[in-house]
């Protein structure tokens, strides 16, 4: 089996750590071909990063623009072609542009046949509207794909299997951990999630505003729940989502409601055996306290050697689950942690997989042992 791989925004934040992942699961699961990415203007930070994605995984090089290309060969990079080369020369793109910036690429990776895969943050009622604008024709099965839910391959990999895409929407990283935290507690019998995502405020474009004064709290709710509500459409969900001036992690406390009875520890129990989410006891058997957002991270980033790089691909989930009860319902109050960089990473390489035809019962296996994603009780009780 071959499939080209193209990356749009390759030094972005989660694709440069995508293209990583997805090179260590091709590897894993026998998949060959390249993986191309696309250069813009050669900005010191792009070369770093190419330079180092040609160091571990031999990355393509292609260019936006013709005129930057003499200019990334002066600069001593190899380039293999153009615009309409870079998807000619793909079968899979992943974009992780910033937003509103989708249409052009996803409009040229559809005209050259290539299954195209968006990251949570693009809308695509707007994209379809302005490929509509720019005479593109739109086929009912196309506009099928872009009015799928959103994939979460942990939950639909298989449904989107049978449908063949060829247009793929990922659940961003939020959604995705509220996602993982809801695949755990449906056995349980969820009815509803409410509550508030604390959103990391303190990117180098914002830092101006990340003063410890400075919280946007949000109007109305967020997209995360709506979009995790066309996955798990029996559940009902209500999210604000607000801007806290904090660099990692995205911190989310959600009310999880249960219908009858639902102790903490069978929540805890059921979210330390679902795939790429692991629970954060606040005091470990040595009596150590673990209470403290920045302190945890990093003490599972420490923790951990990754084939590729340390990256928490993982839902870090406390322990500290405050039960109430409210009539016939039990409302399990929580605190979620979210590691924006990489925790939709795997969930972006299934998306690859998936256009592939990767059988379903093998895929999450393949992509967990691969980028060692783990799963249970933080720090020793642990496994793929």
Same mark, same amino acid.
């Given at each position: ?40 203007? &050669? ?72 299954? $195209? ?22 086929? =009912? ?47 349980? =019998? ?16 914002? $830092? ?44 989310s406390f959600l009310e999880f409601v249960f219908e009858g009875d639902v102790a903490p520890e069978d929540f805890v ?37 990754? &084939? ?37 990473? &795997? ?11 990767? &059988? ?25």
């Open positions: 089996m071959k499939s080209n791989a193209g990356f749009v925004g390759f030094d972005g934040t989660e694709n440069k750590r995508t293209v990583l992942a997805l090179d260590a699961v091709k590897k894993a699961a026998g998949i060959g071909g390249d993986l191309n990415v696309l250069l813009r203007q &050669p900005h010191g930070r792009a070369k770093s990063i190419l330079s180092k994605l040609i160091r571990i995984c031999d990355v393509k090089a292609y260019v936006s623009d013709d005129a930057d290309g003499a200019k990334w060969e002066r600069a001593g990079f190899s380039v293999q072609g153009g615009y309409a080369d870079f998807f000619e020369d793909s079968d899979f793109i992943m974009i992780g542009t910033p937003g509103d910036q989708e249409t052009p690429y996803a409009e040229a990776g559809l005209a050259a046949g290539c299954t $195209v895969s968006l990251m949570g943050g693009a809308h695509r009622d707007k994209i379809m509207a302005a490929l509509r604008e720019k005479g593109v024709e739109i086929s =009912g099965d196309l506009e099928a794909d872009f009015k799928r839910e959103f994939f979460f391959g942990l939950e639909n990999y298989e449904a989107f299997s049978k449908a063949k895409p060829r247009l793929i929407q990922c659940t961003s990283c939020n959604t995705t951990g509220i996602c993982r935290a809801s695949l755990a507690a449906r056995p349980l =019998g969820l009815k509803m999630v409410l509550g508030n995502i604390d959103r990391r405020h303190g990117d180098p474009h914002t $830092v101006v505003r990340a003063s410890p004064s400075a919280v946007s709290i949000g109007k109305g709710v967020g997209h995360q729940g709506t979009d995790a509500g066309t996955v798990f459409e029996e559940v009902s969900y209500s999210i604000r989502a607000s801007k806290i001036p904090t660099t990692v992690p995205h911190t129990e059921s979210l330390a055996k679902t795939r790429e989410v692991v629970v954060i006891p606040y005091k470990d058997e040595g009596g150590k306290k673990h209470e403290w957002t920045s302190e945890i991270m990093e003490a599972f980033l420490s923790g951990f050697e990754r &084939p590729i790089s340390p990256e928490i691909f993982e839902l870090l989930v406390s322990d500290t689950i405050i039960p109430v009860k409210l009539g016939d319902y039990t409302i399990l109050q929580t605190v979620l942690m979210v590691e924006q960089m990489s925790i939709a990473v &795997p969930n972006h390489v299934e998306s690859y997989l998936l256009s592939v035809g990767y &059988p379903a019962e093998k895929v999450h296996s393949t992509v967990d042992e691969a980028l060692s994603c783990v799963h249970g009780v933080w720090p020793d009780s642990l496994s793929t």
